[in-house]
């Protein structure tokens, strides 16, 4: 079965990623669950260094309502990894990311995934329009 190629140089932003002994799970490599911690975090020091979100006190906030990973080669502590980042779509109030792990240094991704954030106001839960800020910080992460 040919698999998709998922290469360092399609993605627009990266984020360095220390793993940790407690990542691995009893088979010797980063469980499966660890991966969407690694893109969460990848996602929102983005939006917090690039995009201004305020994850304590902002009026907006981002939930996660799809997600999904393939993996392709394994990872262990105490590799050095990475996370690319682009966005595939930016709608109203959300945003698909694509993201992709990469050993540092290796331009085949190990896993690559996806998810969606639906901007919501803090206080109603109810979608709200994604603010300029953060959308000018994900229409620079934007492929075609």
Request: glycine share 8%; charged share 20%; aromatic share 12%.
């Amino acid at each position: 079965m040919n698999q998709p190629q998922y290469l360092r140089g399609d993605y627009r932003h990266f984020q360095p990623i220390t793993t940790r002994w407690h990542d691995n799970d009893i088979y010797g490599h980063v469980n499966n669950v660890t991966y969407y911690s690694y893109f969460d975090s990848a996602v929102n020091a983005y939006l917090i260094a690039e995009g201004g979100l305020d994850i304590h006190d902002g009026a907006v906030v981002g939930f996660v309502v799809s997600s999904s990973c393939d993996y392709f080669a394994s990872i262990a502590f105490p590799d050095a990894i990475e996370v690319g980042l682009r966005v595939g779509k930016l709608g109203n109030s959300s945003v698909q990311y694509e993201l992709a792990i990469f050993k540092a240094g290796e331009e085949q991704a190990c896993a690559a995934g996806r998810f969606v954030h639906v901007f919501v106001d803090r206080t109603s839960n109810r979608p709200v329009a994604i603010p300029e800020t953060l959308r000018a910080a994900l229409a620079a992460l934007q492929v075609d």
